[in-house]
T-cell receptor, first 109, second 116 residues
Framework: GQNIDQPTEMTATEGAIVQINCTYQ??????LFWYQQHAGEAPTFLSY??LDGLEEKGRFSSFLSRSKGYSYLLLKELQMKDSASYLC??????????WGAGTKLIIKP | ETGVTQTPRHLVMGMTNKKSLKCEQH?????MYWYKQSAKKPLELMFV???????ENNSVPSRFSPECPNSSHLFLHLHTLQPEDSALYLC???????????????FGPGTRLTVL
């Protein structure tokens, strides 16, 4: 079966760095997405990786290793507004998204 | 604002009621999706429409009935629901036809459904 694993919850301190991991087992691979979802709001797109390596976008970076079935989202200089759930999703061989359950990130002052 | 709107934002219904959820996208996209989001569970894809044709139905119970009258509008008709159907129902859209590329999906704010 297809499976996406990510930690249920993480806590970090304002101003610090946090890494949220995602491992996947899917039938085919056509890219990996990270979305951010604040409580009571819609998920919003953060990043897309289809090739191995690190993609940097401001305070957020996303890394992919296809051979290991592994990705991480790195958040630097954490702000209180970064408190949210972070969803990992993989596009399978049919380009359908397989979603993880999300990681709830709690930022403390 | 993501360019995808959903109404109503909240809905409480009894098990014998019939109601409809509405989604509208203002992005000129060709694909639209219905998802169910339950607490601490992955997003569950319910239905996919590509150029107004249904291309995916992930074994969703018949008490959920989708309708896509045009590429900008998507409905989810609900009847004789069960309490376990209580969840957040999210609509999303993406640029291209499903299966033609791994496109970013734009989500609406969702409808919080409670079935009594």
């Amino acid at each position: 079966g297809q499976n996406i694993d990510q930690p249920t919850e993480m806590t970090a301190t304002e101003g610090a760095i946090v890494q949220i991991n995602c491992t996947y087992q899917t039938s085919g691979f056509n890219g990996l997405f990270w979305y951010q979802q604040h409580a009571g709001e819609a998920p919003t797109f953060l990043s897309y990786n289809v090739l191995d390596g690190l993609e940097e976008k401001g305070r957020f970076s996303s890394f992919l290793s296809r051979s290991k079935g592994y990705s991480y989202l790195l958040l630097k200089e954490l702000q209180m507004k970064d408190s949210a759930s972070y969803l990992c999703a993989v596009a399978d061989s049919n380009y359908q998204l397989i979603w993880g359950a999300g990681t709830k990130l709690i930022i403390k002052p | 604002e993501t360019g995808v709107t959903q109404t109503p934002r909240h809905l409480v219904m009894g098990m014998t009621n019939k109601k409809s959820l509405k989604c509208e996208q203002h992005l000129g996209h060709n694909a639209m999706y219905w998802y169910k989001q339950s607490a601490k569970k992955p997003l569950e894809l319910m239905f996919v429409y590509s150029l107004e044709e249904r291309v995916e139905n992930n074994s969703v119970p018949s008490r959920f009935s989708p309708e896509c009258p045009n590429s900008s509008h998507l409905f989810l008709h609900l009847h004789t629901l069960q309490p376990e159907d209580s969840a957040l129902y999210l609509c999303a859209s993406s640029q291209d036809r499903v299966g033609s590329g791994a496109d970013e999906q734009f989500f609406g704010p969702g409808t919080r459904l409670t079935v009594l």
